[in-house]
Structure formats: C-alpha cells, structure tokens
C-alpha cells in the first residue's frame, strides 16, 4: 500500500466519484475552494493506493501563519472497503507522518439530544472510532451548521493556540465557523448554501 498526496486530476476524480457520494451537501466544500486552496499550498488530498486502486483518503488544510497545526477536513475509505481497518490505519499515517511536530485537529458531528436517535447512535459511534484511534475531545464547535466535537489526534496541548490555528485554518472567509460553540448557541448554516 502506498500513501500520497493526489494530482489536480485525481482530485477532481475523487470529488465526482466518491466525494459527493459520500458527503451531506451541507459538509461538501466546493470543488473550486479545495483547488485554490491546493494551488496556495494549504490542502492536500492523500490517499492509501493498492496500485492504481484508491482505498481511502485524508484532505488536510493548513494555515502558514500556524505550521505546527493541521486540520483533518475529511477522512474517508471507498465504499467496497469500508469496515476493513482502512480509517484507522490512515489516521495511523498521518500519525506517524507527523509525529510529535504538528498538531492534526479532527472534527466529528455530535450528537444531538432529542434528535434522531439512530443519527445520534452514529454520531456517537464515529466520535468512539476517534477515540479508540488516539484523539482526544478539546471543544466543540460550529461547522456547516452542525454541532461537532473538536478533537486532536494526541495530546492536544494549550487549547487557546489551538484554537486561533483551528479558526485561522478555516480563515475570515466562514462565517459558519464557531470555536468554541457554546452549549446554548445554534451552529450557523454552512456558508456555501447547501442544506442537510
């Protein structure tokens, strides 16, 4: 298995085959947004190859004015590989590939009290997938108009360095960006317009 960063072809290959299948439209950057942000040298798309065979996928977002932060955008395995230890290994790599250097922050949905328990169990179940990987819970936050759980993958440090990275990743650009949220505020609408 090889792990490596994907050419502007094979990421416009992976946002129409296997990006927006995956993804709710609320939590789907656009195509455009993730290239420019490539050509400036803050995304990368990696990708765990079986040959030619895409198995699952990392997108990391930086920020130059804090390099010793990453954030996890999305993480992903193919649908024919699910369940298989791919997600856990991927979050292993990126572990190994920085090591003690750089702080890799990790958002996942929580969940929602009264809300549809079957999402709430899942929500919940994805939060323990991270945990069981190594992260470890730090706030939460507003992000494309759900609730999520902030986490890091390793120790997370000082939070308030932690999080002017977190919201200068994201940039000025996402009003739909809340961190920390706090227990009584609503998330605002992702800000590309695209509803659950």
Known sequence: MEFRALREPEIRDWYTQEFIKTFPPNEQKPLELILALADAGRYTLMGLYDGD????YASLQTHPDHPAYVLLDYLGVTAARRNGGLGARILSLLEERFQDNVHVIVEAESPVPGGDEAESRLRTRRIGFYERCGCRRVYEMGACGIRCQALTLGEPGDLAPLMAAHRAIYGPGR??????????????????????
């Not at 065979?53 to 699952?56: A, E, F, P």
């Not at 739909?176 to 695209?194: E, F, H, N, V």
Request: aromatic share 4%.
């Open 175 to 196: 009003p739909d960006i809340t961190i920390p949220l706090g227990r009584s505020d609503t998330p605002r609408p992702a800000c590309w317009g695209r509803d659950t």
């Open 53 to 56: 065979d895409l198995l699952g």
